[in-house]
């Protein structure tokens, strides 16, 4: 069925979880694959690409936008994340996006609903250390959200790297019936990771959030020079980051599969570079995939 790339039908509005089930079995009904794409608002090109990738690999694709208060620690951000549902209404009916599931805290978590998805391990290490709670509270919304929304695919970002894996491996041990798509992370011309809490930065702030990026282009640069050994590529990192930062949350090297830190005998040839790091108020996120040779030596050879 040709797509109405105009912007001219708005897309259906779903608020609650029973609606939703009803036009995702009448469109499954109709042998039509469906994307779903998370997102707690305050939409930018990052969530955008996502959208994008759904109209393109699906026949229908929801954008859900939902605060998911069980994700915020008692002291994070929830009260003033911001939300922007016309601009992100907008954005999404210019993209063709078919349909957005917007339901309301009470239709998420209804009196008296006390089920919680327990994560999976590699939810322990470092998001899991400095935000107590957050991936039950993720693991158990995107599940909630993969049963109103029964989807072919359901696509993230790697902007949230360890959110990816603890997404993937719950997918793995509940037998969700979803192909869970991860995709790259968009950034700013200047390097730095689109993000709904940039708009938190000052212009000054926003100048040092910059070292995220560097720091982790320098974390490459230091294992493709033969550095193999996390606890020094993780001192050099927060070195190059500390006159940026207010305060370091980490700023690590790790297995990309495991997020066990890196030995000098690791055998490791995915990586990934992690960083979380206070910029004024603001907790930055980002993060690096760095492919090794199998052998630090090779390209000598
Ligand atoms: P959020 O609204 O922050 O919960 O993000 C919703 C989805 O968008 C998650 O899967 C994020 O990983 C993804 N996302 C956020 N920022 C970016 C980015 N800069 N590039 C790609 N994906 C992103």
């Known amino acids: 069925m040709a797509r109405d790339t105009t912007g001219s039908s708005a897309p259906e509005v779903w608020t609650t979880v029973a ?178 809490r940039n708009r938190y930065l000052s212009p000054t702030e926003r100048e040092r959030a910059l070292a995220l990026y560097r720091t982790l282009q320098d974390a490459r640069k230091w294992l493709e020079q033969g550095e193999r050994c996390g606890e020094t590529l993780s001192r050099k990192m927060k070195a190059t980051l500390q006159p940026a930062a207010d305060s370091i949350d980490y700023a690590v090297v790790v297995d990309a599969q495991t997020l066990t830190t890196l030995t000098p005998l690791s055998t490791s040839t995915q990586v990934v570079a992690l960083i979380a790091a206070h910029v004024g108020t603001t907790r930055l996120i980002d993060n690096l995939l760095i492919s090794l040779p199998a052998s630090p030596n090779d390209s000598e050879t």
């Not at 694709?61 to 939902?66: D, E, L, P, Q, Y």
Request: hydrophobic share 40%; glycine share 8%; aromatic share 8%.
């Open 19 to 196: 609606q939703s089930q009803t036009r995702c079995g009448q469109l499954r009904t109709a042998g039509r694959s469906i994307g779903v794409v998370p997102t707690m608002g305050a939409l930018h090109d990052g969530h955008l690409s996502l959208v994008r990738a759904s109209l393109a690999q699906c026949d229908f694709s929801v954008a859900t936008i939902f605060v998911n208060p069980t994700q915020f620690g008692p002291h994070e951000d929830l009260r003033q994340y911001p939300r922007t549902w016309d601009a992100d209404f907008e954005q999404l009916s210019q993209l063709g996006v078919d349909a957005v599931f917007a339901p309301s805290v009470e239709e998420m978590y209804p009196e008296g609903a006390t089920t919680v998805v327990s994560p999976p391990e590699i939810a322990r290490p470092l998001e899991g250390k400095f935000r107590p709670g957050h991936f039950e509270g993720v693991a158990t919304i995107v599940l909630k959200l993969l049963l109103a929304i029964p989807a072919d695919r359901a696509f993230f970002g790697q902007k949230d790297y360890q959110q990816s894996l603890v997404v993937q491996a719950m997918v793995r041990d509940l037998n969700c019936p979803v192909q869970v798509e991860v995709l790259p992370i968009v950034r700013e011309p200047d390097g730095l990771a689109m993000s709904s």
